[in-house]
Structures are given as structure tokens and as C-alpha cells.
């Protein structure tokens, strides 16, 4: 309903301006073909060509435009178009490209129109224009299948994203080719390289398992980011952001252009802070990126340094169910069954949406990670292209917490003998530390001859990871020698894979696509873990993963496509060190088929995916005392649904972009642990519960995204975001009363842009999140024990901001 008021709202205001149009056609200079597919932008306003290369822009006012046209493999074109009382035509011509360009470097692992693969791409473009200075999901959000949360509520900190249902564990992710994914758990912390978005050139989002890559194995999508690539002419950027939350972000990027011919230098210098939605979820970001590169003929070289350093504190424990719904008889039972101090129980009592349950100054998480990589491409010959990249990230840092009523005994210290007393336990302070090195060589040649596309790829890479604990106070303490440890282990993975695509075209209609990958992995653990279990494994892993598929050309400006695909993975570090018995690995068999339209004025695509999973960890809604989700293998168990996505002109001021996402998410047998401890506490037995065809925890039926736009003026766009989600289970019993309840959140953003002869582009953006004050929670977990006839059954949540907003003020020199 209330979308339907606002889109009569934007209707009732429109009228018209003139109806004069802008037309042309886009050619290569030198051969004078047409360029079907280029990407042509005129102000706020952007299409492609069609197979003759031609384009059209109706309604267009009087007044002066920028029109700007891009197509890979050539250099983009940009001039200033005025507009009188009639119509305009140009003719574009656009000059190959005679230098190696910086999308060699992604090409191997990524999808085009002739992969039958499930895809999303999105330009520089479409990324400054979501990019406000929260963390890179956010700027996804509105992407198919795809689920954003916050753990402070308001999109800077610690968040996560989820795509078809699956978690950061099972999302492959890339920068540059070389893998993201932290090596242990699996899984991408945005916070540690804040604002990477604003050196990200494009981005493409694969779901399901894609096509091979670099790095872990894809159980849900792939997220491939290409930093910023080579500008023409020198640059320079400055954005301020601020918002709800005291939220601001400082941005200042440079670069020199084209120097004599060959090289080309960027930079840019982030700060990023913000209170949080959530009661002390402040974040304190810091980042960095710095790029050179020589450009020649046949060769390309490039060094790249990015990396951030944040401050956050925690809020990751998230809300108390009784306390999200003020429900005061639940609140005296959670600080019964916890344990709490008198100061946390009255903090639970005070409560509220933006309750957090830590409450010592500095319980912060303290991370720097700096990432190094070097890139060549060269043209070996005129139909072979080969790439090597080498890189290095370093990361250390620790989270500190104030812990009251600790034994000493937990932390291999001996009792405290004061007098005739003995002192056992003590209120302390500790800092968990990571300090870790990630190492290795990416390569890839690709071979063009006629119809065939040779694609020949690899990556060995190693992990080294020094986990380990401090006491840095105590309020009583035996004597601590300096750098005492009271727990210290090691990880070390060694990580290796390669694969062999081919693509074919049997004639102009039909391409077949092949795609092989083999990966080994080996995997120890060998210390003393954080509980003063001794930690000895050693785990070796093989995986052939293939693929196939088609892609065939109706010639009616639609095609259909269908793959099958099977990908294999390893467990992650906490399913070692904390599952009761051995975990087993994943396998995935996926199944894509779909069809897509597009013309100039509708696309429409509609997918469907069947994923078949052999021993799939699913999360079984507890943590760990580090707040990592805890998994257990299910022997059978399967992801089904269809993807809908469609844009549409709808006149020549209103356009729609939707998507939405319907499935089944379901485990055939899931067998539910729960510890009973007995009336004297004294020992404990697993009870077992038995689910039958029950839903997958945190994987939503329905997902659905909304953008209408719509442009009054010549530079000035209004967007409704809409975003709907289903409801989610915290684990997998499909139990009503372990679920996060569905949500529908809408943002409005305005944006004004201005070009001048000085400064290029003045873009101001203001934007409301959650314009109806939705109530709701994107993320939560669920635990629950009992001891005789008493039993604890306790829901926790992670409530996002209500309404708040960002506005950006981003000048281009």
C-alpha cells in the first residue's frame, strides 16, 4: 500500500518537458562496424546498443548533457551534448584500445553473455550512486537473492550478506582474481578494508556455483571486484558523507591519468566513523588504496596496495528477544539463566531496541589488515593473452573483553593464596589475537581462434595464522610472567587449483561452454586452543569440480541457457575445533537453466536453480563463545527456486528495475541436539529430536528488491528502494518460535548532479533509509538447554536502524 502511494505520488508530479530525442549510432573508427552492446549514458539517464549499434533516448529537454560511451576492448568516449528544440543525432566512433588493459586481470573469472551462467554486473556507475560509506554489501543490497545485515544496525561495522540462503562461508570473493576469503573461517570481514568501493571499477556477482574461480569453492555465489582501472586524463575526487548516528565519511582520491603514453598512478585516503544504530557499536575505519601501473602494447605491470584498520565495538552478541519486546518476566529469566553482574542486569532491564549487552569501555575488536599484489599481462601472440599476479596480505590485530568471575584454572594459572584465603576466580580483562600472513601466485592464459575460447587457470596459495590470548589485567592475579599465553595454536593452509574453460560457437546461435577445475587443500591445527584443549589435526582434501553448459540465441533478442555444475568444500577452522565429531565435506550439485529478453526499453530474465547438496554444514543457530555460527553436517538436503529480473522504461521520465527471488530450502532429516543437565547440574545427556523435511535456517522463500526512478529535471533523480524479505528460521526445526519475522524496508534518495568547466561533476545525493519506520531484525541465533524439569529457551536478534539518513556532497576535478 504504501508503495502504491508513492508511486502515485511520483506519477501525479510528472509532466512533460519537450519531446525532443537523442539518437546515434556507435561505430569502431577504424573498420566502421557497428558496436552492438556499448554502454551509452547521457547525464542520469543510460542504455545500450542494439545490434545494428544503434541507440535512443526519448523526451529529452533543452539544456546541456554529458554523453558518455563505453565498450570493452576500446577507449571510452565523453563529450558535452547540447539540446535545442529539435531532435539530435551523433555518431559516435570509438578507438580500439592499443595498450593492455586492467580487465585482462578478471576476465578468467568472469561470466559474459555466451556463459550459461546466473549473473549480475555492476559498473563504476552503478556503485558510486549506492555508495553512501557503508560497507560493500550495502551497496549490493538491491542485486537478486541477496540479504544484508548490520550487526550495529546501521550498515558501517561488522556486516555480512547471505545470496540464495547461503552465508559469507560459501560466497567465493575476489579482488583482482586473487581470493578475499579469510582462509580459516571462509568467511569476508568488510570492516577490515572499509570503503573499497570507492576504488572498485565494476563488480559481478555470480550465484550458485558460477564458473570457476580462484580460492574457496562456491556453494552460493561469487563476488569478483576489479579495483580502479586506468584513467585517461588525471583526476581528482573529493567526498564528505554525513548522517544519522553521527555518521560521517571523508574520501579523497587522485590520479595523474595517462604520463607520457604508458603510466598511470591512483590513490585514495578514507575515514570513516560512525556511532552505530545499536547502544557503543561505534566504528573508527581507516583505509587506503594505492596503484601504479606501466600500460604498453603487448604488456601490462601493476602494483597495488590497499588495507584499512578498524576499531569497533563489539555488538556482536546481539538483543535478548525479551528485551527487543520489553516482555519483563523474560528479562528476569534471561538474567537468572546468565549469570549477570547487578550492572548487567539493570543494563537488560533498561533494554530497548538498541540494547547492547557489553557494557566495559574498551570491548572493541582492533584489526589492520594491508594487502599487496603486482599484476602482469602480456600478449604472448595475437591470440593468446597470459596473466600472472602475485600477492600478499598481512593482517593482526586482537578483541578485548572484560570477563567477571573467571577461574583461574581456565586460563592455566594457579590459585591465589592471600592469607588464610584461596582466591580462585578473579574479574579480568584478556585479548584474543590474531596475527596472520596470506601468500601466493594467481596466473591464467587465455586462447582465441575462431570460434573457440581457451581459458587455462591456477593459484597456489598459503595461510599462516598465529592464534593466541592475554590476560592484561586481573583484579587478582598470581604473579603473570611478561608475554605469558595462556593459550597458543597455529593454522596453516596450503591451497592450490587449477582449471581449463572452453567455450564454443557451433554457428551464431549456439555456444557450448565446458569448465574443469581440480583443488587440493591441506589444512593443521596444532596448539593450544582458547579452552586449553590441546588441538592436533591434519586434514587433506581433493576436489574435481566440472561444469557444462549452453548458451542458444533465439535471435529475437532473447536466449536460453542451462548448466550443470559440481562443486566440492572443505569445513572451515570452527567446524574442526568445535564440532564433536569430524566434520565431512560439502558437495553441490547444481542445476541452472534460464531465459533472458532484452531490447531497449524492457529486459527481462527469469532462472531457474535446483542445488542438491551431499552432507551440507548447516548452521544449527548457536555460537560459539567467539560469536562464530556453529554447523553440523546434514546427509541430505537441497536449495530450489526461480529468479526473476526485470527493468522497464516505463515512459520516458520513470523507470523500474525488480527483482525477486521464490524458493524451497529444505533438509530431508535433521536431527535437533539438546543437553539436558540433569536437577543437580551434575552431568549431562543429549536428547534428540528428529525433524523431517524441515527449512534451512536463515534462507528466506521469498527475497524481493524494488528500484523506481524517476528524473524531474535534466540532472535530477528520485529512486524508491524497496526491499521485502521472508521470513527466516534461526535454526533448522522450522519452529515459529526460533524465527525472524518477515520485513519490508524502504529508502528514498535523491540525487542532483551539476557539470561546470571547472569542476567536472558536483554530485549531491540525500538519501532516507527506512522511510516507514519498519520494526524489524535482519540477523539473530537461538540456544536453548535444560536442567531437569526447568528449560531455557532463549532468541537473539540484531535490530537494524530505524529511520535515519546519509546525504553525500562528492566533487570531480
Same mark, same amino acid.
Given at each position: 500500500?504504501?508503495?502504491?502511494?508513492?508511486?502515485?505520488?511520483?506519477?501525479?508530479?510528472?509532466?512533460?518537458?519537450?519531446?525532443?530525442?537523442?539518437?546515434?549510432?556507435?561505430?569502431?573508427?577504424?573498420?566502421?562496424?557497428?558496436?552492438?552492446?556499448?554502454?551509452?549514458?547521457?547525464?542520469?539517464?543510460?542504455?545500450?546498443?542494439?545490434?545494428?549499434?544503434?541507440?535512443?533516448?526519448?523526451?529529452?529537454?533543452?539544456?546541456?548533457?554529458?554523453?558518455?560511451?563505453?565498450?570493452?576492448?576500446?577507449?571510452?568516449?565523453?563529450?558535452?551534448?547540447?539540446?535545442?528544440?529539435?531532435?539530435?543525432?551523433?555518431?559516435?566512433?570509438?578507438?580500439?584500445?592499443?595498450?593492455?588493459?586492467?580487465?585482462?586481470?578478471?576476465?578468467?573469472?568472469?561470466?559474459?553473455?555466451?556463459?550459461?551462467?546466473?549473473?549480475?554486473?555492476?559498473?563504476?556507475?552503478?556503485?558510486?550512486?549506492?555508495?553512501?560509506?557503508?560497507?560493500?554489501?550495502?551497496?549490493?543490497?538491491?542485486?537478486?537473492?541477496?540479504?544484508? +545485515?548490520?550487526?550495529?544496525?546501521?550498515?558501517?561495522?561488522?556486516?555480512?550478506?547471505?545470496?540464495?540462503?547461503?552465508?559469507?562461508?560459501?560466497?567465493?570473493?575476489?579482488?583482482?582474481?586473487?581470493?578475499?576469503?579469510?582462509?580459516?573461517?571462509?568467511?569476508?570481514?568488510?570492516?577490515?578494508?572499509?570503503?573499497?568501493?570507492?576504488?572498485?571499477?565494476?563488480?559481478?556477482?555470480?550465484?550458485?556455483?558460477? +564458473?570457476?574461480?580462484?580460492?574457496?569453492?562456491?556453494?552460493?555465489?561469487?563476488?569478483?571486484?576489479?579495483?580502479?582501472?586506468?584513467?585517461?586524463?588525471?583526476?581528482?575526487?573529493?567526498?564528505?558523507?554525513?548522517?544519522?548516528?553521527?555518521?560521517?565519511?571523508?574520501?579523497?582520491?587522485?590520479?595523474?591519468?595517462?604520463?607520457?603514453?604508458?603510466?598511470?598512478?591512483?590513490?585514495?585516503?578514507?575515514?570513516?566513523?560512525?556511532?552505530?544504530?545499536?547502544?557503543?557499536?561505534?566504528?573508527?575505519?581507516?583505509?587506503?588504496?594505492?596503484?601504479?601501473?606501466?600500460?604498453?602494447?603487448?604488456?601490462?605491470?601493476?602494483?597495488?596496495?590497499?588495507?584499512?584498520?578498524?576499531?569497533?565495538?563489539?555488538?556482536?552478541?546481539?538483543?535478548?528477544?525479551?528485551?527487543?519486546?520489553?516482555?519483563?518476566?523474560?528479562?528476569?529469566?534471561?538474567?537468572?539463566?546468565?549469570?549477570?553482574?547487578?550492572?548487567?542486569?539493570?543494563?537488560?532491564?533498561?533494554?530497548?531496541?538498541?540494547?547492547?549487552?557489553?557494557?566495559?569501555?574498551?570491548?572493541?575488536?582492533?584489526?589492520?589488515?594491508?594487502?599487496?599484489?603486482?599484476?602482469?599481462?602480456?600478449?604472448?601472440?595475437?591470440?593468446?593473452?597470459?596473466?600472472?599476479?602475485?600477492?600478499?596480505?598481512?593482517?593482526?590485530?586482537?578483541?578485548?573483553?572484560?570477563?567477571?568471575?573467571?577461574?583461574?584454572?581456565?586460563?592455566?594459572? *594457579?590459585?591465589?593464596?592471600?592469607?588464610?584465603?584461596?582466591?580462585?576466580?578473579?574479574?579480568?580483562?584478556?585479548?584474543?589475537?590474531?596475527?596472520?600472513?596470506?601468500?601466493?601466485?594467481?596466473?591464467?592464459?587465455?586462447?582465441?581462434?575462431?570460434?573457440?575460447?581457451?581459458?587455462?587457470?591456477?593459484?597456489?596459495?598459503?595461510?599462516?595464522?598465529?592464534?593466541?590470548?592475554?590476560?592484561?589485567?586481573?583484579?587478582?592475579?598470581?604473579?603473570? *610472567?611478561?608475554?605469558?599465553?595462556?593459550?597458543?595454536?597455529?593454522?596453516?593452509?596450503?591451497?592450490?587449483?587449477?582449471?581449463?574453460?572452453?567455450?564454443?560457437?557451433?554457428?551464431?546461435?549456439?555456444?557450448?561452454?565446458?569448465?574443469?577445475?581440480?583443488?587440493?587443500?591441506?589444512?593443521?591445527?596444532?596448539?593450544?586452543?582458547?579452552?586449553?584443549?590441546?588441538?592436533?589435526?591434519?586434514?587433506?582434501?581433493?576436489?574435481?569440480?566440472?561444469?557444462?553448459?549452453?548458451?542458444?540465441?533465439?535471435?529475437?533478442?532473447?536466449?536460453?541457457?542451462?548448466?550443470?555444475?559440481?562443486?566440492?568444500?572443505?569445513?572451515?577452522?570452527?567446524?574442526?575445533?568445535?564440532?564433536?565429531?569430524?566434520?565431512?565435506?560439502?558437495?553441490?550439485?547444481?542445476?541452472?537453466?534460464?531465459?533472458?529478453?532484452?531490447?531497449?526499453?524492457?529486459?527481462?530474465?527469469?532462472?531457474?536453480?535446483?542445488?542438491?547438496?551431499?552432507?551440507?554444514?548447516?548452521?544449527?543457530?548457536?555460537?560459539?563463545?567467539?560469536?562464530?555460527?556453529?554447523?553440523?553436517?546434514?546427509?541430505?538436503?537441497?536449495?530450489?527456486?526461480?529468479?526473476?529480473?526485470?527493468?522497464?522504461?516505463?515512459?520516458?521520465?520513470?523507470?523500474?528495475?525488480?527483482?525477486?527471488?521464490?524458493?524451497?530450502?529444505?533438509?530431508?532429516?535433521?536431527?535437533?541436539?539438546?543437553?539436558?543437565?540433569?536437577?543437580?547440574?551434575?552431568?549431562?545427556?543429549?536428547?534428540?529430536?528428529?525433524?523431517?523435511?524441515?527449512?534451512?535456517?536463515?534462507? *528466506?522463500?521469498?527475497?524481493?528488491?524494488?528500484?523506481?526512478?524517476?528524473? *524531474?529535471?535534466?540532472?535530477?533523480?528520485?529512486?524508491?528502494?524497496?526491499?521485502?524479505?521472508?521470513?527466516?528460521?534461526?535454526?533448522?526445526?522450522?519452529?515459529?518460535?526460533?524465527?525472524?519475522?518477515?520485513?519490508?524496508?524502504?529508502?528514498?534518495?535523491?540525487?542532483?548532479?551539476?557539470?561546470?568547466?571547472?569542476?567536472?561533476?558536483?554530485?549531491?545525493?540525500?538519501?532516507?533509509?527506512?522511510?516507514?519506520?519498519?520494526?524489524?531484525?535482519?540477523?539473530?541465533?537461538?540456544?536453548?538447554?535444560?536442567?531437569?524439569?526447568?528449560?531455557?529457551?532463549?532468541?537473539?536478534?540484531?535490530?537494524?536502524?530505524?529511520?535515519?539518513?546519509?546525504?553525500?556532497?562528492?566533487?570531480?576535478?
Amino acid at each position: 500500500m504504501r508503495l502504491s502511494i508513492l508511486t502515485v505520488m511520483l506519477l501525479s508530479i510528472m509532466h512533460a518537458y519537450g519531446q525532443n530525442s537523442v539518437t546515434g549510432r556507435v561505430t569502431d573508427k577504424e573498420t566502421n562496424e557497428v558496436l552492438p552492446g556499448a554502454t551509452v549514458r547521457l547525464s542520469n539517464r543510460a542504455t545500450a546498443t542494439a545490434s545494428d549499434g544503434t541507440f535512443s533516448f526519448k523526451g529529452v529537454t533543452k539544456g546541456k548533457y554529458y554523453l558518455k560511451v563505453t565498450f570493452v576492448g576500446y577507449e571510452s568516449q565523453e563529450q558535452m551534448l547540447i539540446v535545442g528544440d529539435g531532435d539530435v543525432n551523433v555518431e559516435i566512433s570509438l578507438n580500439e584500445e592499443t595498450l593492455v588493459t586492467d580487465e585482462v586481470v578478471v576476465s578468467s573469472t568472469r561470466a559474459n553473455e555466451d556463459t550459461p551462467t546466473t549473473y549480475s554486473n555492476l559498473s563504476k556507475e552503478d556503485i558510486e550512486e549506492n555508495n553512501l560509506g557503508q560497507d560493500l554489501p550495502y551497496v549490493l543490497n538491491m542485486t537478486p537473492s541477496l540479504v544484508t +545485515t548490520s550487526d550495529a544496525g546501521a550498515g558501517v561495522g561488522y556486516t555480512g550478506l547471505r545470496i540464495r540462503g547461503s552465508d559469507a562461508t560459501r560466497i567465493n570473493v575476489t579482488i583482482n582474481g586473487v581470493p578475499l576469503n579469510d582462509s580459516e573461517s571462509q568467511g569476508v570481514f568488510w570492516v577490515d578494508i572499509p570503503d573499497i568501493a570507492s576504488s572498485t571499477q565494476s563488480i559481478q556477482v555470480q550465484r550458485g556455483v558460477g +564458473t570457476s574461480t580462484n580460492g574457496g569453492g562456491a556453494f552460493g555465489g561469487t563476488i569478483n571486484l576489479q579495483t580502479n582501472s586506468r584513467e585517461m586524463k588525471p583526476y581528482a575526487e573529493l567526498i564528505n558523507s554525513v548522517g544519522s548516528y553521527d555518521t560521517w565519511r571523508h574520501t579523497l582520491g587522485f590520479g595523474t591519468g595517462l604520463i607520457k603514453d604508458h603510466w598511470s598512478f591512483d590513490g585514495r585516503l578514507s575515514k570513516i566513523n560512525s556511532d552505530g544504530y545499536i547502544d557503543r557499536a561505534k566504528s573508527d575505519l581507516d583505509s587506503y588504496y594505492l596503484s601504479g601501473g606501466y600500460y604498453g602494447e603487448k604488456t601490462m605491470v601493476k602494483a597495488i596496495m590497499f588495507g584499512g584498520k578498524e576499531r569497533t565495538y563489539q555488538s556482536w552478541y546481539g538483543t535478548p528477544q525479551a528485551v527487543l519486546e520489553n516482555d519483563r518476566e523474560g528479562i528476569e529469566e534471561v538474567i537468572a539463566n546468565n549469570g549477570v553482574t547487578e550492572e548487567e542486569a539493570e543494563n537488560l532491564r533498561e533494554g530497548g531496541r538498541t540494547f547492547n549487552w557489553y557494557l566495559y569501555d574498551d570491548q572493541v575488536d582492533d584489526y589492520k589488515q594491508d594487502h599487496y599484489q603486482l599484476h602482469v599481462s602480456q600478449s604472448i601472440l595475437p591470440n593468446l593473452v597470459g596473466n600472472v599476479s602475485l600477492h600478499y596480505t598481512y593482517g593482526r590485530g586482537y578483541y578485548e573483553e572484560y570477563k567477571s568471575g573467571e577461574n583461574f584454572t581456565s586460563y592455566a594459572l *594457579p590459585t591465589l593464596q592471600i592469607g588464610d584465603s584461596v582466591i580462585s576466580s578473579t574479574d579480568l580483562v584478556r585479548r584474543r589475537w590474531l596475527d596472520n600472513d596470506f601468500y601466493g601466485a594467481t596466473t591464467s592464459f587465455e586462447y582465441v581462434a575462431g570460434n573457440l575460447t581457451l581459458n587455462l587457470g591456477g593459484a597456489y596459495n598459503e595461510y599462516r595464522g598465529d592464534h593466541f590470548g592475554e590476560v592484561i589485567w586481573a583484579e587478582f592475579a598470581p604473579t603473570i *610472567p611478561n608475554d605469558y599465553r595462556y593459550y597458543d595454536n597455529d593454522g596453516v593452509k596450503k591451497d592450490g587449483n587449477v582449471y581449463l574453460k572452453a567455450n564454443y560457437a557451433f554457428d551464431e546461435s549456439l555456444h557450448a561452454f565446458v569448465d574443469v577445475q581440480y583443488r587440493s587443500v591441506n589444512y593443521e591445527i596444532e596448539g593450544i586452543d582458547n579452552d586449553l584443549r590441546t588441538l592436533d589435526m591434519d586434514n587433506n582434501y581433493n576436489f574435481f569440480n566440472p561444469k557444462l553448459g549452453f548458451v542458444y540465441d533465439l535471435k529475437n533478442r532473447s536466449k536460453v541457457y542451462a548448466s550443470y555444475s559440481v562443486a566440492n568444500r572443505e569445513p572451515v577452522r570452527t567446524d574442526f575445533v568445535d564440532s564433536p565429531s569430524t566434520p565431512k565435506h560439502e558437495t553441490l550439485y547444481d542445476l541452472e537453466a534460464g531465459y533472458k529478453y532484452e531490447s531497449s526499453d524492457y529486459q527481462f530474465s527469469a532462472n531457474y536453480y535446483y542445488m542438491d547438496y551431499s552432507n551440507q554444514l548447516v548452521l544449527t543457530g548457536a555460537l560459539n563463545d567467539v560469536g562464530s555460527s556453529l554447523r553440523t553436517n546434514v546427509e541430505d538436503s537441497y536449495r530450489m527456486g526461480v529468479e526473476l529480473v526485470g527493468s522497464a522504461r516505463l515512459t520516458n521520465k520513470l523507470y523500474w528495475q525488480l527483482n525477486a527471488t521464490f524458493s524451497r530450502n529444505k533438509i530431508s532429516n535433521f536431527t535437533e541436539v539438546f543437553y539436558d543437565y540433569g536437577s543437580n547440574w551434575d552431568q549431562y545427556n543429549e536428547v534428540q529430536v528428529e525433524h523431517e523435511d524441515s527449512d534451512i535456517a536463515f534462507s *528466506p522463500n521469498v527475497i524481493a528488491g524494488s528500484q523506481l526512478s524517476f528524473l *524531474p529535471l535534466r540532472d535530477v533523480k528520485l529512486s524508491l528502494l524497496s526491499k521485502y524479505v521472508g521470513k527466516q528460521y534461526l535454526d533448522n526445526t522450522s519452529n515459529d518460535n526460533r524465527s525472524i519475522d518477515a520485513y519490508f524496508v524502504n529508502d528514498l534518495r535523491a540525487t542532483y548532479t551539476v557539470r561546470t568547466d571547472f569542476i567536472k561533476e558536483i554530485n549531491f545525493t540525500f538519501q532516507v533509509n527506512n522511510i516507514f519506520e519498519e520494526l524489524y531484525s535482519s540477523n539473530g541465533y537461538t540456544f536453548g538447554y535444560a536442567a531437569g524439569d526447568y528449560e531455557v529457551r532463549e532468541n537473539y536478534y540484531y535490530p537494524q536502524a530505524t529511520r535515519n539518513f546519509m546525504a553525500s556532497l562528492s566533487l570531480k576535478f
